[in-house]
């Protein structure tokens, strides 16, 4: 089967559940406490006015007419306006998800960049000490709430020793974001060759990506940790070892490109996790992303908000577990020697 | 992109991640900038047009520093050496003088001839009435606070010429003049707005929401929703004293104690939102100046809903302001920040001041027989609701009545209600039957709290109070002068019933706090709450 | 294999790691304050005293008092039992919601299968801790629901677990010597096929177990938890959080430590059981 027609397979795949994800979400969000009419006729209103607001809104119509027409208006590419900032919903999200994407990608690359080396040490002398130590380490990590960690992060770095700058977003007063290509500061401020503004950048980002890495420690680790073991006590391991092969050699050059393997699709998983968690670290962090937003709109009765998180969720997992398929094909020449 | 490349892509780009060190972040301060103030506050506008369907309260900030209304009030020095805004004297903002006719029934206003809006246009009597009949007609808020200062219909509102303005009156108010120095009837330019309008949005309020065509003393240079609101200083207004700072950012910080770590780090100029117990230990540390005033008409207050038994037994309400803790929640959900409103004196008010202290204090055996005689003696249970929003005061106040309450044999699980649920449970549909609710008046007189709080049917009665007298009362006060013979004993009426009858039982009234850094000076009290940047300046 | 075996294997495992062992007695004393918490607490977890407000820990007070004046130490002692109920059954309800779908879907496979796969397909497509406030968000806050919620996004890990393992074993021999003997479908499903699938099903019960514990704190970090004054872990610390800058530190950090330990013996039992239960690991 050629690339393309698995891609357009998966993706008819994921339809139905697509249209389970809208479905639900219209449903949880009507059922939300609350009259969001009431609310946004205003302190003051009265019943009349709150009556006009409901009508403007098109709430007075039944759920059935009001299902049918989101889903007319997803087809054509509008998910409706937020409430709570009268703005499209989709500008939302698209001004605020590359915030919460940069966030999340550096959380799993920090997760990345200590788990493996950690979960390959444990592997090496599993049951020792070391091994103890690693494990304690990573399941610390995943032992605290997110927005604990978070906490304690910004009293000791930025309010006791003043090294993190102030938990206010992606950037200071005093730095302009750089002109919008990925939308990724770190990535933007490079393009556009400043370096001051990506050192801003690095800096505000830091502690909230800190937060998350040390999260997804655990599952990485775990999974390297396995993963080696395995490796390492299969037959071709064993004959590199009897051969002669450096310990060195066949634990980085073989056994540990091998185990990675199994550690990419757990990244898929880690990955959706932390953009889960997202939600938490953004409210400690001010952090301008889709998470914070959704806590709001959904405080808020903002139904077009939450929805639209909620689908914008949906469509990211869906995109990501392809991407993860394809890379893992890419990757595992069995795969793509049998496809 | 085969497997050896991938690989070794990823672990460059991991080896350089890992060599990048936690380096110390200098912050860059901007306190160091005269020009420049900083403001982070807990939430912000959501809008930039206060007469739109949903605007929040932090939006009202917009309306005070973009824009001009027709006056303004004056300034006075409170005892502790606050600045605060003075309810009595009304100034001129766009309207240079104006002159009352003498049959009380409407009002000439002159405009400056010489101010204008932001793009150079004149500031003329036609976009006054094109802005005073959005107000009135748009409905929702903006109407009904219109309606508050008798301004009902666009016919009230004629153009004499570009620069006289006048005003129909339907009734002789003392309200009338004070509503057109709140934030709502702003002055619009009615020509960029014209310009943006359509059929189907006759007023521009797509188009106001997004972009302010105002001329007032501060511009909007950036609006990011959720983030930052940043204003620069309109250098030609005309229509007061041109603001010292040219430049103000407001951040939104939604945690307090960031907010509070942000001030006392100097890592801004302004805070605000400050629960009380920020406040209170900025306070005590000298390094901050914390300007803390008892916002007027303003009481923090448990509401005892009267049509749900057994609140409609007068002696139950007041055994309930008998059993309250009234010095454990001043002390630990108001941190002693604000003014204490329990332990009066006697039941017949001693002067039409609004708020005072009610004459109820902890009294745990009154409150007991007083049950008793109302045939509760074994208590009763009631849920306790509270406003989640509202929590920092709330929940603490909560505990506090509900342990205390408990002592008297009457079980009060706590209820937490959303923000948005709670307008609609609270306000609209008035079904909580115990809760705390805090409600203030922009315009600063009794008759007008005792006009929404307690007249039935009125929005903020939440308590579903109604006494003919208190009815019948307000509608002889409201529209009065103060000075009308009728207005203190009247007023002083309305208080005693609420004494009595205590549908409404106030615990505090709260302060607005706001913490500044000491170079900061010029900071205002104002009833809406919202910081007016105008007169502030950093020295 | 023989119950000798089997505890011979469980003290080979244990005594390789020493962790679990650590684990399983850190449970154990959970287990003993959820059972005894309200006689141990020094003091009464409700009482107020606005004039002991703040107090820093003390002989008094091992670990402060929080902003009303209770006791900080009785309160993380009671909210033990609470904080373990609400992991217990709402992994209890996601086991069971779980392995009847799961086997369903594995058993019958068909349209059986597809539907039961699309609903949790879509469960997973939403981002959990979203999903679970939306659902404490609609229901009210009230423990019932946050174990509802709990239950819910933890459900598809099971149902997946019990579907693919079923589906394994459907055609298996001892499966169809079931049916001949004359078992029903829903007989050979629940008395031969599904007790075969339960180590695998139980390894992730105490993985979850922490997980349900940090959902629960995370929805009182955004308001959503639990009612006052019932002592919770995740509440104590959501309110706490706000006095850690003001540096009353003890009223975070405390019944932090004691989320962050219950959920720490939860996932090192989690380990420790698949090291007993896996088989590669017998070998």
């Given at each position: 089967?050629?690339?393309?027609?698995?891609?357009?397979?998966?993706?008819?795949?994921?339809?139905?559940?697509?249209?389970?994800?809208?479905?639900?979400?219209?449903?949880?969000?009507?059922?939300?406490?609350?009259?969001?009419?009431?609310?946004?006729?205003?302190?003051?209103?009265?019943?009349?006015?709150?009556?006009?607001?409901?009508?403007?809104?098109?709430?007075?119509?039944?759920?059935?007419?009001?299902?049918?027409?989101?889903?007319?208006?997803?087809?054509?590419?509008?998910?409706?306006?937020?409430?709570?900032?009268?703005?499209?919903?989709?500008?939302?999200?698209?001004?605020?998800?590359?915030?919460?994407?940069?966030?999340?990608?550096?959380?799993?690359?920090?997760?990345?960049?200590?788990?493996?080396?950690?979960?390959?040490?444990?592997?090496?002398?599993?049951?020792?000490?070391?091994?103890?130590?690693?494990?304690?380490?990573?399941t610390t990590g995943v032992s605290?709430?997110?927005?604990?960690?978070?906490?304690?992060?910004?009293?000791?770095?930025?309010?006791?020793?003043?090294?993190?700058?102030?938990?206010?977003?992606?950037?200071?007063?005093?730095?302009?974001?750089?002109?919008?290509?990925?939308?990724?500061?770190?990535?933007?401020?490079?393009?556009?060759?400043?370096?001051?503004?990506?050192?801003?950048?690095?800096?505000?980002?830091?502690?909230?990506?800190?937060?998350?890495?040390?999260?997804?420690?655990?599952?990485?680790?775990?999974?390297?940790?396995?993963?080696?073991?395995?490796?390492?006590s299969s037959d071709y391991i064993r004959t590199a070892r009897a051969s002669g092969l450096a310990t060195r050699t066949v634990l980085f050059t073989y056994a540990l490109r091998n185990a990675l393997l199994s550690v990419l699709t757990t990244l898929g998983m880690v990955f959706s996790f932390l953009l889960g968690a997202n939600v938490l670290v953004e409210k400690v962090f001010s952090w301008p992303g889709i998470g914070s937003f959704a806590i709001d709109a959904l405080v808020a009765s903002d139904y077009a908000a939450v929805q639209g998180f909620v689908l914008a969720m949906a469509l990211l997992f869906v995109t990501l577990n392809l991407t993860i398929d394809l890379l893992y094909a890419v990757i595992d020449p069995r795969i793509r020697a049998a496809s | 992109m085969d497997r050896r490349t991938f690989l070794k892509n990823s672990a460059l780009i991991a080896g350089a991640a890992g060599s990048l060190p936690l380096f110390?972040?200098?912050?860059?301060?901007?306190?160091?900038?005269?020009?420049?103030?900083?403001?982070?506050?807990?939430?912000?506008?959501?809008?930039?047009?206060?007469?739109?369907?949903?605007?929040?309260?932090?939006?009202?900030?917009?309306?005070?520093n973009l824009y001009d209304r027709l006056l303004s009030y004056g300034t006075k020095t409170l005892d502790d050496g606050t600045v605060s805004y003075d309810y009595e004297t009304l100034v001129p903002e766009v309207a240079e003088s104006w002159d009352v006719a003498d049959d009380k029934m409407s009002a000439v206003f002159h405009l400056r001839k010489t101010a204008t809006f932001w793009d150079g246009k004149p500031i003329t009597a036609h976009d006054v009435k094109w802005s005073f009949d959005r107000a009135v007609t748009v409905g929702g808020f903006p109407t009904v606070q219109m309606k508050a200062g008798s301004l009902e219909k666009p016919e009230q509102f004629e153009v004499i010429d570009e620069h006289t303005f006048k005003i129909n009156f339907l009734r002789p108010s003392k309200l009338t003049l004070p509503d057109l120095a709140v934030p709502v009837p702003i002055i619009i330019n009615s020509e960029v707005a014209k310009a943006h309008a359509t059929d189907d949005d006759p007023w521009a309020t797509d188009y106001l929401h997004r972009t302010p065509a105002g001329g007032g003393a501060y511009k909007l240079l950036r609006w990011d929703p959720g983030e930052q609101t940043v204003y620069e200083r309109y250098d030609d207004w005309q229509n007061g004293e041109v603001p010292?700072?040219?430049r103000v950012i407001i951040r939104e910080v939604p945690s307090a104690s960031t907010r509070r770590a942000l001030i006392e780090r100097g890592d801004t100029d302004i805070s605000l939102d400050l629960p009380p117990k920020e406040a209170a230990d900025l306070h005590a540390s000298d390094k901050i100046n914390v300007a803390g005033v008892p916002i007027e008409n303003c009481v923090n207050a448990l509401g005892l809903n009267v049509e749900m038994a057994p609140f409609d037994d007068k002696r139950v309400r007041q055994a309930i302001a008998y059993a309250l803790p009234y010095e454990k929640i001043f002390d630990a959900a108001a941190y002693r920040r604000g003014r204490m409103m329990h332990g009066g004196q006697s039941f017949t008010?001693?002067?039409?001041?609004?708020?005072?202290?009610f004459p109820y204090d902890t009294d745990l055996d009154k409150a007991r027989a007083l049950l008793e005689e109302a045939g509760h003696g074994n208590g009763f249970e009631v849920p306790l609701s509270i406003n989640l929003g509202l929590a920092q005061w709330t929940e603490p106040t909560a505990l506090l009545i509900q342990e205390s309450l408990g002592k008297i044999g009457i079980r009060t699980p706590i209820d937490k209600i959303p923000g948005a649920n709670w307008r609609t449970q609270a306000l609209v549909e008035k079904s909580l039957a115990m809760h705390l609710k805090n409600f203030g008046g922009w315009l600063n007189y009794p008759d007008y709290y005792f006009f929404w709080a307690y007249v039935k049917g009125h929005l903020f009665n939440s308590m579903n109070y109604s006494n003919p007298t208190i009815d019948t009362l307000v509608d002889e006060t409201l529209h009065i002068p103060v000075d009308d013979p009728a207005y203190v004993p009247n007023i002083k009426q309305m208080i005693a019933i609420a004494f009595e009858d205590v549908p409404l039982i106030p615990l505090w009234q709260p302060n607005l706090d706001v913490a500044m850094q000491k170079n900061v000076q010029g900071y205002e009290y104002w009833f809406h709450r919202q910081l007016d940047c105008r007169p502030l300046k950093k020295v | 294999m023989a119950a000798a075996s089997t505890f011979t294997h469980a003290r080979y495992v244990l005594g390789e790691n020493p962790l679990t062992v650590v684990a399983f007695a850190m449970f154990f004393v959970l287990v003993l304050l959820a059972a005894f918490g309200p006689w141990i607490a020094p003091y009464d977890p409700l009482a107020?005293?606005?004039?002991?407000?703040?107090?820093?820990?003390?002989?008094?007070?091992?670990?402060?008092?929080?902003?009303?004046?209770?006791?900080?130490?009785?309160?993380?002692?009671?909210?033990?039992?609470?904080?373990?109920?609400?992991?217990?059954?709402?992994?209890?309800?996601?086991?069971?919601?779980?392995?009847?779908?799961?086997?369903?879907?594995?058993?019958?496979?068909?349209?059986?299968?597809?539907?039961?796969?699309?609903?949790?397909?879509?469960?997973?497509?939403?981002?959990?801790?979203?999903?679970?406030?939306?659902?404490?968000?609609?229901?009210?806050?009230?423990?019932?629901?946050?174990?509802?919620?709990?239950?819910?996004?933890?459900?598809?890990?099971?149902?997946?677990?019990?579907?693919?393992?079923?589906?394994?074993?459907?055609?298996?021999?001892?499966?169809?010597?079931?049916?001949?003997?004359?078992?029903?479908?829903?007989?050979?499903?629940?008395?031969?096929?599904?007790?075969?699938?339960?180590?695998?099903?139980?390894?992730?019960?105490?993985?979850?177990?922490?997980?349900?514990?940090?959902?629960?704190?995370?929805?009182?970090?955004?308001?959503?938890?639990?009612?006052?004054?019932?002592?919770?872990?995740?509440?104590?610390?959501?309110?706490?959080?706000?006095?850690?800058?003001?540096?009353?530190?003890?009223?975070?950090?405390?019944?932090?430590?004691?989320?962050?330990?219950?959920?720490?013996?939860?996932?090192?039992?989690?380990?420790?059981?698949?090291?007993?239960?896996?088989?590669?690991?017998?070998?």
């Open positions: 089967m050629s690339g393309l027609a698995t891609i357009a397979k998966r993706l008819l795949e994921a339809l139905p559940t697509l249209f389970g994800v809208i479905l639900v979400t219209f449903m949880l969000t009507r059922a939300l406490p609350g009259d969001p009419a009431v609310f946004y006729a205003g302190p003051a209103a009265d019943a009349e006015s709150i009556a006009q607001v409901r009508h403007a809104m098109g709430l007075d119509r039944s759920l059935p007419v009001q299902f049918a027409s989101y889903v007319e208006g997803l087809a054509a590419g509008d998910w409706g306006v937020s409430l709570s900032t009268g703005r499209d919903v989709t500008e939302e999200l698209s001004r605020r998800l590359p915030a919460s994407l940069e966030l999340t990608l550096l959380g799993l690359l920090i997760a990345i960049v200590v788990a493996i080396p950690l979960g390959v040490l444990a592997a090496t002398r599993p049951n020792s000490w070391v091994d103890h130590i690693c494990r304690i380490i990573v605290m709430p997110v927005f604990f960690t978070g906490l304690l992060l910004v009293y000791v770095f930025y309010y006791l020793l003043g090294w993190a700058p102030a938990p206010l977003g992606r950037l200071d007063f005093m730095h302009i974001a750089p002109d919008r290509v990925t939308g990724l500061y770190l990535v933007d401020s490079l393009i556009a060759g400043d370096v001051e503004v990506f050192r801003a950048s690095l800096a505000h980002i830091f502690l909230p990506a800190l937060t998350l890495g040390i999260f997804a420690l655990a599952p990485i680790a775990r999974m390297t940790r396995a993963a080696m073991l395995d490796v390492l | 110390k972040f200098m912050p860059a301060h901007a306190a160091g900038n005269r020009e420049t103030l900083i403001v982070v506050t807990g939430s912000g506008p959501n809008s930039m047009d206060i007469h739109r369907e949903g605007t929040n309260r932090p939006s009202y900030a917009i309306a005070v010292a700072l040219k008010p001693a002067s039409a001041d609004w708020p005072q202290p | 107020s005293d606005t004039a002991i407000k703040l107090m820093a820990p003390s002989a008094e007070h091992w670990f402060g008092t929080d902003h009303l004046g209770r006791d900080v130490l009785s309160r993380v002692i009671v909210a033990t039992r609470l904080d373990l109920m609400i992991a217990l059954s709402a992994v209890a309800l996601a086991f069971f919601g779980g392995s009847v779908l799961g086997s369903l879907a594995g058993y019958y496979g068909g349209w059986t299968d597809r539907v039961i796969g699309r609903v949790i397909d879509t469960v997973m497509a939403f981002p959990l801790f979203v999903l679970a406030m939306g659902i404490v968000a609609v229901l009210g806050n009230s423990v019932e629901n946050i174990v509802y919620a709990t239950a819910v996004i933890n459900l598809p890990f099971y149902a997946r677990v019990a579907r693919a393992e079923i589906g394994v074993r459907r055609e298996s021999g001892f499966a169809a010597a079931a049916k001949v003997a004359g078992n029903g479908n829903i007989g050979v499903l629940a008395r031969h096929l599904y007790p075969n699938i339960l180590p695998a099903m139980m390894v992730q019960l105490s993985l979850n177990m922490g997980w349900a514990i940090l959902n629960a704190a995370g929805l009182s970090f955004i308001g959503l938890g639990v009612r006052p004054p019932t002592p919770e872990w995740g509440i104590m610390v959501a309110e706490g959080a706000q006095f850690i800058v003001s540096g009353e530190w003890w009223l975070a950090v405390f019944p932090g430590v004691s989320l962050m330990i219950a959920v720490f013996c939860f996932n090192m039992m989690g380990d420790g059981l698949r090291d007993l239960i896996d088989p590669r690991r017998r070998t």
